[in-house]
């Protein structure tokens, strides 16, 4: 398969929780500038993949490339100045701070201070300060945010802090953003905006996604591409629309007999 | 729209503010007795200062803020009087010895999480208690008294209470300035949820590890502050019982709360003062408070009124919440 050069190229990746086998040699390529499904039933491994391309979870054999690095010789922490961003099924934002402190997190990699900056060379931190507060809202008027910058996370309904994650994992602007499970919890008018939103970002500022999903709506709306999981492995692979036609995935989501 | 300073931080500087003028005054007014409880009161704040950063920020939970108090006093015992340094000298050997301290308990306890961490700090504390009690240079049980030093008794006891008194400062526009920064941040997420730390491109170990060297650097300075106030260092004032009412007086006053370890440092300071009379009543209020903040207002005391202040003025002004709005 020639065509562009894939953005993240995992092939034969396999991930073991003791004796359970959470991946077997699943191959995933992700097309630079392309919106990319993952779905399958509970239990499939699609978190499991995305936290191994997180460096979260240390795969037992294959390879992992992004942008042209062996992402196996880095660090999770590393990961993030590659130009990976991701979020969480169960949002990883802190409860007391604004809006906008949690979105300045996700430029951590980006801001140039150090903690010397941070004690000491006030200056500095001022400017720096500043200059990433102004990316922040430019962020936050995107997702539509601009008006809660300033309220504590945990006084906001549930869909206004999955923005809020959103916004953080976009600000530094990724090349790569996974989403695992955003349309959870959602009711359809909040899954329509997201939808949106997503493709606003990958048209307008390339982004590549990398989304899973339960619901086949979002994704054929929004996916260009979708890889189906099933028990660790990679059962079907396609267009959207072929995929929800393939009968091993009708299969697995249903069942035989 | 956006000012530098959040609201909620701009009613702390005012506090803040108006506290150091009147400490200023009280340096020039108050007696000695009462002048000797504010720098024990001080003492206290800054260690509770520094231990607040990996508590409250970091969700660090460390029991052994006694042990870097015990290393800053008796290194400042040490210089001065066992080789006759000046005090300057002595109060930087007690700060590099701090970060040395801090890096090689930190290293490896940062590893660990809460009850596990808690007692690794808390055996630190209690060796360093039996190491000091040991030795002959640090003095053994007896301890160690000092030659007298230019500031215990210079301006008949102001200049240390001065000095104790631009420590604090210092300490909190330190506070300040890490909270409201990217360092802040990032412990705070660290806190919260290392999972998400990591993939935000958060170094977790940095950040322990600075919260971590942060509390023992403010430990020493308070420790040292304190062998200079007395004359004197001796084991069982830095026993573990001091890490364990350290903790208490940062969870006591509001963790993560910048005035919170004044607060609770007062506790410490006061209720003894205020129960004297009864013997012993002060160590069963505190514990009473203990428990009660930690079972009832996670927050502190600090976070109790805060929740007050909070409440009168969403009273009087129907505040204009955008929280609802849907993006």
């Known amino acids: 398969m020639s065509g562009p050069e894939a953005l993240l190229q995992i092939e034969a990746m396999s991930v073991r929780f003791g004796g359970v086998v959470a991946l077997d040699e699943v191959d995933l390529t992700v097309e630079a500038g392309s919106i990319h499904g993952l779905i399958g039933p509970n239990g499939a491994g699609k978190t499991t993949l995305l936290n191994a391309i997180s460096r979260l979870v240390e795969p037992s054999g294959g390879s992992l490339r992004f942008a042209g690095n062996d992402m196996l010789s880095y660090r999770p922490h590393q990961i993030t100045p590659l130009g990976v961003a991701r979020t969480f099924q169960n949002l990883g934002l802190i409860e007391e701070s604004s809006v906008l402190d949690n979105v300045l997190v996700g430029l951590h990699t980006v801001h140039q201070g150090t903690l010397f900056d941070d004690l000491v060379r006030f200056w500095r931190r001022n400017r720096l300060e500043a200059e990433m507060r102004q990316r922040a809202l430019r962020m936050l008027s995107l997702v539509g945010l601009e008006e809660v910058a300033l309220t504590p996370v945990r006084q906001l309904a549930y869909g206004i802090r999955k923005n809020t994650e959103l916004a953080r994992a976009c600000v530094g602007r990724p090349k790569l953003l996974m989403l695992d499970e955003p349309t959870a919890g959602l009711n359809s008018t909040e899954m329509e905006r997201l939808a949106k939103l997503l493709a606003r970002l990958n048209r307008e500022e390339g982004l590549t996604i990398l989304v899973i999903t339960h619901h086949v709506e979002f994704l054929l709306e929004l996916a260009h591409v979708a890889t189906v999981l099933d028990l660790g492995r990679r059962i079907a692979h396609g267009t959207p629309q072929e995929v929800r036609n393939n009968p091993d995935v009708i299969t697995a989501y249903i069942g035989t007999d | ?327």
């Open chain 2, 1 to 327: 729209m956006l000012s530098r300073v959040p609201p909620a931080a701009r009613g702390g500087w005012l506090v803040a503010g108006v506290a150091t003028l009147l400490l200023i005054l009280a340096g020039f007014t108050l007696g000695n007795y009462e002048r000797y409880l504010i720098v024990i009161w001080l003492i206290y704040s800054i260690s509770g200062l520094g231990l607040n950063l990996p508590i409250g920020f970091g969700q660090i939970y460390s029991l052994g803020q006694g042990g870097f108090m015990l290393v800053g006093a008796y290194t400042t015992a040490i210089v001065t009087s066992t080789w006759h340094l000046p005090y300057a000298v002595a109060l930087i050997a007690s700060l590099v010895l701090a970060v040395v301290v801090g890096i090689l308990v930190g290293l490896p306890a940062m590893r660990l999480r809460l009850f596990s961490l808690a007692i690794v700090t808390f055996a630190f504390g209690f060796m360093l208690f039996h190491v000091v009690k040991s030795f002959q240079f640090t003095g053994g049980p007896q301890g160690l008294f000092m030659d007298p030093l230019w500031l215990t008794d210079a301006f008949s006891g102001r200049a240390i209470y001065f000095f104790a008194l631009l420590v604090a400062v210092l300490g909190l526009l330190a506070s300040y300035s890490i909270a409201h920064s990217k360092s802040g941040r990032a412990l705070l997420v660290v806190g919260q949820n290392e999972t998400a730390a990591r993939s935000l491109g958060i170094n977790i170990t940095y950040y322990k590890l600075a919260a971590f060297i942060f509390a023992s650097v403010l430990g020493a300075l308070a420790g040292s502050i304190h062998a200079v106030l007395t004359s004197y260092v001796a084991p069982e004032t830095y026993a573990a019982e001091l890490s364990v009412t350290m903790f208490a007086a940062v969870m006591i006053g509001g963790k993560g709360k910048l005035l919170g370890p004044f607060l609770g440092a007062a506790f410490i300071v006061g209720i003894p003062e205020v129960t004297q009379a009864a013997r012993g009543l002060a160590e069963v209020i505190y514990a009473i408070l203990f428990i009660l903040v930690v079972t009832v207002s996670p927050g502190g005391i600090l976070g109790i009124l805060e929740g007050l202040i909070g409440r009168l003025r969403r009273g009087s002004i129907k505040a204009a919440t955008a929280g609802e709005r849907a993006p």
